[in-house]
């Protein structure tokens, strides 16, 4: 592989939409939305971009609290997490990601499981 994940699916601009229209699909779901009750969305927004663009191989700029410090308290779910992940894959697939690129995304999705729910 000669280009990053990150490159590979456009950069920046190709994060930051998938992120956009992550959030747009997760609030839009009653079973997700109470999670993020009081949250300042422009900054999780913010913190996703940094952390997926870290994980596709592009900058490594995420600076927040690890995963179980951001999600400890909760009280995530197992299908919960698994529902966000399949949100998050299938905008990843609706923006034209190679199959590639959505196994190492699903990799990590698993490997990430045990930090976020509790």
Known sequence: ????????????PAVTAAVDALYRVVLADDRLVDYFDGSD?????????ALLSQVLGGPAEYSGRDLRGAHF???????????????????LAGLGVD???????????????ADVVE
């Open 1 to 12: 592989m000669d280009a990053s994940f990150y490159a590979r699916i456009g950069g920046q």
């Open 41 to 49: 969305l422009d900054h999780l927004k913010s913190h996703m971009v």
């Open 73 to 91: 308290g909760l009280g995530i779910v197992p299908e919960h997490y698994d529902l966000v992940g399949a949100y998050l894959i299938g905008v």
């Open 99 to 113: 199959d590639e690129v959505l196994t190492a995304v699903r990799g990590v999705l698993a490997a990430s499981a």
